[in-house]
Nanobody, 123 residues
C-alpha cells in the first residue's frame, strides 16, 4: 500500500503565495515521477508540474515563472511553491507519483494519487 497525504491548500488573495506538500509513505522501494495536477470546476484535470528521477522539472506554460516544483527524495516528499497566484489558479490540486513498491509477490510498479487539496484565489 502506498499513501499520499497533501497539505498546504487554502484561501489566498490574488498576488499571494501558497506552498503545497505531498508526503508519500508505504512499501516504497523507489519513486520515479512526481507530479502536480489541478482540476478546476467544470474543467478537465491538467498537469501543472512534474519532476523526474534526475530532478528535472517540467512546468505548464500557464504557471511558468510563478510555480516551482521540487522534491526531497530523502523524505519522499514533493512540493509546489505557488507565487503570484491568480483567480484562474483556483482548483483542487492533486499530487501523483509513480515508482516501485514491494508487494507480496515481490516488486511491482505503481501509480498513486493524493486526495486533493483546494486552492482558492480571490480577486
Amino acid at each position: 500500500q502506498v499513501q499520499l497525504v497533501e497539505s498546504g491548500g487554502g484561501l489566498v488573495q490574488a498576488g499571494g503565495s501558497l506552498r503545497l506538500s505531498c508526503a508519500v509513505s508505504g512499501n516504497i522501494v523507489s519513486l520515479k515521477t512526481m507530479g502536480w495536477y489541478r482540476q478546476a470546476e467544470g474543467k478537465q484535470r491538467e498537469l501543472v508540474a512534474s519532476t523526474g528521477t534526475s530532478d528535472t522539472t517540467d512546468v505548464a506554460d500557464s504557471v511558468k515563472g510563478r510555480f516551482t516544483a521540487s522534491r526531497d527524495n530523502a523524505k519522499n516528499t514533493m512540493y509546489l511553491q505557488m507565487n503570484s497566484l491568480e483567480p484562474e489558479d483556483t482548483a483542487v490540486y492533486y499530487c501523483h507519483v509513480t515508482g516501485l513498491a514491494t508487494m507480496r509477490s515481490g516488486y511491482a510498479d505503481f501509480g498513486a494519487w493524493g486526495q486533493g487539496t483546494q486552492v482558492t484565489v480571490s480577486s
